[in-house]
């Protein structure tokens, strides 16, 4: 059976939580395939908020597997505080989660790499989250890294203390303050790693390939978003993995021709947290109120996100990359009030009226050309049907998706699960 895939089209934080909450019940296995405690998928229902950062979306679901693929990075302390969480939530979560030998494992030394090395940047900085995601997956690809597999083995203590002993090495070259008691980190650390093996250890790969030999119905759930990418996103201000359709393959083992559907995650306007390009920001009383009505603050850092109008150029890059045959708009409820909505269509580029996405799209080489379109004011936090969407909305969307040439099959109107409609 062929394996669908969830993914953030913009800059992260779309809403790739709340959605795989919602389409779990349709699915018997949710697997995340990249990134790490980076990440921050927010899901609420019965009028309470969860913040999840490893653990896949579908950990609430009691009949629904959840597996923690070989692309992602697991930091165990960060691990483990989320499974007291969900523990103190009354969810058995031991029955359901499973966890990919091959996962590579982040160490108390990569967090601190991650702090010194952005630290040194100076105001170069990428604007990191300083989760040692990114150090992690620097030693995954330099073959130094540890996996949880490793942690079944006699000897992985040894492979610890020489991996660790390199990084401190390297910390000390950065030449920055950085203080730190590895110690003490290190019992934190290693009670973690007490935790994690308790949980099911899996051969991931093996297990998915009976799944879906056996028909079972699979999503495959992402983290961050496209335009992330640490190929295709905007370099150098992305993550460390591959955040679009092609990491799925290879943060599970998939085979590209058991991709199924794509379903693609966009917000109604667009958001970013940190440094880099961002075209269409706003920095006016328009991109403050998006950000006050939307609560555009990150889940895993707490940072405000940078606002702006929708970007259609980038959005339909990020559509190409990853052959999206559906489209899930969110937060369609934040515009309401506008009088006047702007969507970017094009941008001129160093003098050209261009429609894709060039190599640089900073300041100074991009300017946006928007198309204007008639706001409404209508509260759609209280809708549940199509039929109930104010007329603008709905040519807002009709704009969207012959632009895009590809159906938008919900659009979510508020943050509970209840407040989703399927179009």
């Known amino acids: 059976m062929a394996v669908d895939l969830l993914l953030g089209l913009q800059w992260g934080d779309e809403g790739k939580g709340k959605i795989v909450d919602v389409l779990t019940s349709k699915y018997k296995i949710i697997a995340r395939f990249q990134g790490g405690p980076n990440a921050g998928h927010t899901l609420v229902f019965n009028g309470k908020k969860h913040v999840l950062h490893t653990i896949p979306s579908g950990i609430f679901h009691e009949d629904t597997a959840n597996l923690v693929g070989n692309g992602v990075v697991i930091d165990p302390v960060i691990f483990k505080k989320e499974l007291d969480k969900l523990e103190k939530q009354g969810v058995d979560y031991r029955k359901s989660l499973l966890i990919s030998r091959k996962a590579h494992i982040i160490l108390p030394t990569h967090r601190l790499l991650d702090a010194a090395s952005e630290a040194a940047k100076g105001k170069a900085k990428i604007g990191s989250t300083l989760k040692g995601i990114g150090p992690t997956y620097m030693d995954k690809t330099g073959r130094n890294g540890i996996r949880v597999g490793d942690i079944e083995l006699a000897d992985w203590k040894i492979k610890y203390r020489a991996l660790a002993n390199k990084h401190e090495a390297m910390i000390a070259f950065y030449n920055v303050d950085i203080q730190y008691d590895l110690k003490e980190l290190e019992t934190e650390f290693f009670d973690a790693i007490k935790t994690l093996k308790s949980l099911k250890f899996i051969d991931s790969e093996e297990f998915l390939h009976q799944a879906q030999k056996s028909g079972d119905s699979i999503l495959a759930e992402g983290a961050q978003g496209s335009l992330l990418d640490i190929d295709f996103g905007t370099y150098p201000f992305v993550t460390s993995s591959n955040t679009t359709a092609a990491g799925a393959c290879t943060g599970l083992g998939i085979a590209p021709n058991k991709i199924g559907d794509v379903f693609g995650i966009f ?6 947290v940190g440094s880099g390009p961002f075209p269409t920001e706003l920095f006016d009383e328009v991109g403050e109120t998006m950000g006050r009505v939307g609560h555009e603050f990150g889940a895993t850092t707490g940072r405000s996100r940078r606002c702006g109008w929708l970007d259609l150029v ?19 409820d934040v515009l309401s009030g506008f009088k006047t909505l702007k969507v970017c269509t094009a941008y001129n580029y160093n003098g050209n009226e261009i429609t894709h996405l060039p190599f640089n799209i900073e300041a100074e080489n991009v300017t946006p050309l928007y198309t204007d379109f008639k706001g409404w004011d209508e509260d759609l936090t209280q809708m549940t049907e199509a039929s109930q969407m ?7 969307i009709a704009f969207l998706e012959k632009e895009l040439e590809i159906p938008i099959t919900i659009v979510s109107v508020g943050p509970d699960r209840k407040q989703t409609i399927i179009r």
């Open 390 to 396: 104010p007329k603008e909305l709905n040519d807002y």
């Open 314 to 332: 980038a959005l339909r890059y990020a559509c190409q990359i990853n052959g999206v045959t559906q489209l899930i708009m969110m937060k369609g």
């Open 267 to 272: 917000k109604a306007y667009t958001t970013r």
